[in-house]
């Protein structure tokens, strides 16, 4: 059985085995969806987050789960050599995302002019583990946009399969992990450029996670320009890439999360990358001309 539903901005999915159990497995993603958005989102004043990036340079005291997210997004950026950057909070809402897609999509594009400044780079968070606190220097700002949505959907997939006793898929807007028994020949997923209006190809996932990076949906117009999302730490722009979409199996949704985001910002590098740590991907460029990666099915 297959349940869809609003949550984060986007469309949460989940299918289970057993459809009998979905009802215990939806309370389980209810459950990690209200933790996420509690603790990293960038648009509600009440959240951890938002609480961080106020602080004006003073240290403070945050809970498990924003600390376990922050975990994530530096593992992130390491990963990436500073690619997939959690300080790019500042420059994405100077160049116009600094409120919710929806608000900024509506807003008039005309008389907008964005503004454009590099990150502050992910050296300059201080997360104390021992005290539970973080601190960033004055004007500094997170967004954990590149990662805390996949590590939400590992855990709750996780829980999920927990609650229910049975394999379930958990999609948090095209982030997919798996987890428990799956169905015999795995989990039938669909891959295109956006994960709300069909698929281009179809692919077979037993474990771990697959997530698409794509810069096709999240656009908005800034005078004679259109940005979008996919920010460049480097330059505080969006990233000029080859690339449309980056869709990625890995072990975890997170880590297909990271490689996905780092591929679009790697742009001509990214099929060597992807190759080199033997990370399945499929490519569109901009043209729709289509590259695979390291065993991505060559008819999916």
Excluded at 16 to 28: G, I, K, L, S, Y
Excluded at 208 to 228: K, P, Q
Aim: hydrophobic share 45%.
């Amino acid at each position: 059985m297959t349940v869809s539903f609003p949550a984060l901005g986007t469309t949460a999915t989940l299918s289970v085995v057993d459809p009998e159990r979905v009802t215990e497995a939806r309370a389980a993603l209810e459950h990690e969806l209200s933790l996420v958005d509690a603790a990293c989102s960038r648009f509600r004043g009440d959240s951890e987050l938002a609480r961080v990036n106020a602080a004006s340079g003073r240290r403070v005291a945050i809970g498990a789960y924003l600390a376990e997210a922050l975990h994530a997004a530096l593992r992130a950026a390491a990963m990436t050599s500073g690619l997939v950057d959690p300080t790019v909070g500042r420059s994405l809402r100077l160049a116009g995302y600094d409120a919710t897609f929806q608000l900024v999509r509506a807003r008039d594009g005309a008389t907008f002019r964005p503004q454009f400044e590099r990150a502050a780079g992910w050296g300059s968070i201080e997360l104390d583990d021992a005290q539970r606190t973080v601190r960033l220097p004055p004007g500094v700002e997170l967004d954990l946009g590149a990662t805390a949505k996949a590590f939400a959907a590992d855990r709750a997939a996780c829980a999920a399969a927990d609650a229910a006793g049975c394999g379930v898929l958990v999609s948090l807007g095209g982030d997919i992990a798996v987890a428990g028994d799956g169905p015999a020949g795995g989990w039938p997923i669909g891959v295109g450029d956006d994960h709300a209006a069909g698929s281009d190809c179809c692919i077979a996932v037993e474990t771990g996670g697959v997530a698409t990076s794509s810069i096709t949906v999240r656009r908005w117009r800034a005078g004679d320009a259109e940005l979008h999302h996919v920010i460049d730490p480097r330059t505080g722009r969006s990233a000029d890439t080859r690339w449309r979409t980056v869709t990625v199996a890995a072990a975890s949704c997170l880590d297909a999360n990271i490689a996905a985001t780092a591929a679009l910002l790697l742009d001509d590098a990214a099929p060597g990358w992807l190759a080199a740590r033997a990370l399945p991907a499929r490519l569109v460029a901009r043209d729709g001309t289509v590259e695979r990666s390291t065993g991505w099915p060559e008819a999916a």
